[in-house]
Antibody, heavy 114, light 107 residues
Framework: EVQLVESGGGLVQPGGSLRLSCAAS????????MNWVRQVPGKGLEWISY????????YYADSVKGRFTISRDNAKNSLYLQMSSLRAEDTAVYYC???????WGQGTLVTVSS | EIVLTQSPGTLSLSPGERATLSCRAS??????LTWYQQKPGQAPRLLIY???KRATGIPARFSGSGSGTDFTLTISSLEPEDFAVYYC?????????FGGGTKVEIK
């Protein structure tokens, strides 16, 4: 079965850090470009980061640039998002997804609150 | 940044009716426009890519059209499972951007 499974979400204090993981299975992960997209509950979708299949090309939204780091380990079929200096406005469901849009994870909720 | 404006914000229709959703870009995105469907508590589902190509497994009642700055998603005859929120997305320029969404609700 083709799937992406996120993990690592939870409650964190403002200024804190969190690392999200996304485990891929059922397809050739190493061939695929990947995104992280987030969604504040009840609001729209926001793209936040992209990584090429090799990891050699990376882009970030301005809202997270300098605070979040995307990475991948193709040997482990895994995508990561290291989040630091977290703010209340980073509270959202975080989805990993294939760049083409075909495959999405179920999302993991990150809540930034004291 | 390319801004995508979706209209209307909410569309109230009955099953069997035709739905026409609009997505307008602040500058040309050529045909690099994608449509997603999202239901509560679920991840987005790819419907249409490259403005008019149906994704695998998407019913023929869904169709996309347009190029440049004006795009349309049409659902020819609404089924009960089609009531959801629909988003457009452009992949022409970085940052990737999404429209604000159109909610299709049961009238």
């Amino acid at each position: 079965e083709v799937q992406l499974v996120e993990s690592g979400g939870g409650l964190v204090q403002p200024g804190g850090s969190l690392r999200l993981s996304c485990a891929a299975s059922g397809f050739t992960f190493s061939n695929d470009e990947m995104n992280w997209v987030r969604q504040v509950p009840g609001k729209g979708l926001e793209w936040i980061s992209y990584i090429s299949s090799s990891g050699g090309t990376i882009y970030y939204a301005d809202s997270v640039k300098g605070r979040f780091t995307i990475s991948r380990d193709n040997a482990k079929n895994s995508l990561y998002l290291q989040m630091s200096s977290l703010r209340a406005e980073d509270t959202a469901v975080y989805y990993c997804g294939e760049y083409s849009g075909r495959i999405w994870g179920q999302g993991t909720l990150v809540t930034v609150s004291s | 940044e390319i801004v995508l404006t979706q209209s209307p914000g909410t569309l109230s229709l009955s099953p069997g009716e035709r739905a026409t959703l609009s997505c307008r870009a602040s500058q040309s995105v050529s045909s690099s426009l994608t449509w997603y469907q999202q239901k509560p508590g679920q991840a987005p589902r790819l419907l249409i890519y490259d403005a008019s190509k149906r994704a695998t497994g998407i019913p023929a009642r869904f169709s996309g059209s347009g190029s440049g700055t004006d795009f349309t998603l049409t659902i020819s005859s609404l089924e009960p499972e089609d009531f959801a929120v629909y988003y457009c997305q452009q992949r022409t320029n970085w940052p990737l951007t999404f429209g604000g969404g159109t909610k299709v609700e049961i009238k």
